[in-house]
């Protein structure tokens, strides 16, 4: 039996949360993990190593950057991909977000969530060729 690849969600909006998780679960090719804010996507990587991370930015208490410079500052960490998923896409942001090596960011409002599944899947499918 093949197993499945996880992905770390950290989304504080919960129903965009909870749609999230649906479609992937849907899939039945991923285990889904998730948390509502950087320190709990902190606390799930203690248990967890997914093989990517969905990462909105703007976050409660401790914000997506943060995070971002937490990940990349911890050895067993730093090389987990991330594609950030925001709302806001200035491009400071993205550029910040780019050299703090992220393998995509997306701007919640250009794109469907269909979309957006559609880049995971292909990124997973792609990492699974190697």
């Given at each position: 039996?093949?197993?499945?690849?996880?992905i770390?969600?950290i989304?504080?909006e919960?129903?965009l949360?909870e749609?999230?998780?649906?479609?992937?679960r849907?899939k039945n090719?991923?285990?889904?993990?998730t948390?509502?804010?950087a320190?709990?996507?902190l606390?799930v990587?203690?248990?967890e190593t997914?093989?990517l991370?969905?990462l909105?930015?703007?976050?409660p208490?401790?914000?997506?950057?943060?995070?971002?410079?937490?990940?990349?500052s911890t050895?067993q960490?730093?090389n987990?991909?991330?594609?950030?998923?925001?709302?806001s896409?200035?491009?400071e942001k993205i550029q910040r977000?780019?050299?703090?090596?992220?393998i995509?960011?997306i701007?919640?409002s250009?794109y469907r969530?269909?979309?957006i599944v559609?880049?995971?899947?292909?990124?997973?499918?792609s990492?699974?060729?190697k």
């Open positions: 039996m093949e197993t499945k690849r996880k770390l969600i989304e504080d919960e129903p949360q749609a999230i998780q649906a479609k992937f849907s090719q991923y285990q889904v993990l948390a509502f804010s320190e709990a996507g606390g990587l203690v248990k997914p093989d991370i969905w909105d930015l703007l976050l208490g401790m914000g997506g950057f943060q995070f971002l410079q937490n990940l990349r050895p960490w730093k987990i991909p991330v594609m950030v998923v925001s709302v896409g200035t491009p977000a780019f050299e703090l090596n992220v995509d960011y701007v919640k250009q969530l269909e979309d559609k880049k995971v899947d292909d990124f997973m499918t990492r699974a060729d």
